[in-house]
Nanobody, 124 residues
Framework: QVQLVESGGGLVQAGGSLRLSCTAS????????MGWFRQAPGKEREFVAA????????YYAVSVKGRFTISRDNAKNTVYLQMNSLKPEDTAVYVC?????????????????WGQGTQVTVSS
């Protein structure tokens, strides 16, 4: 079993930045790929970014590429999402997830464990 706890969400003005953290416990974090997803009110959950087990490979949704950066610190069992140049359309609950494989996927169904999420609100 894996427990995931996100933090770092909040209210920020358009153009601002936030750094989300997701700390895992319960299993060997460093063996698994991680992903960030988001869900806005009335919309389906969408893929944001993912990182492989070592941090050597990442992948981003087109909507966030160039603005968001995913990274991980396996010594701290933590994955990060640095979000810059935030836009009102980035407003959503951001959730991290663990995939029980060393390589990532963009399909949410490929992930095995999920956090509770953290709210990000970007005002215009």
């Amino acid at each position: 079993q894996v427990q995931l706890v996100e933090s770092g969400g909040g209210l920020v003005q358009a153009g601002g930045s936030l750094r989300l953290s997701c700390t895992a416990s319960g299993r060997t974090f460093s063996r698994y790929a991680m992903g960030w997803f988001r869900q806005a009110p009335g919309k389906e959950r969408e893929f944001v970014a993912a990182i492989n087990w070592s941090g050597s490979s990442t992948y981003y949704a087109v909507s966030v590429k160039g603005r968001f950066t995913i990274s991980r610190d396996n010594a701290k069992n933590t994955v990060y999402l640095q979000m810059n140049s935030l836009k009102p359309e980035d407003t959503a609950v951001y959730v991290c997830a663990v995939r029980g494989r060393i390589y990532y996927a963009i399909d949410a169904n490929e992930y095995d464990y999920w956090g509770q999420g953290t709210q990000v609100t970007v005002s215009s």
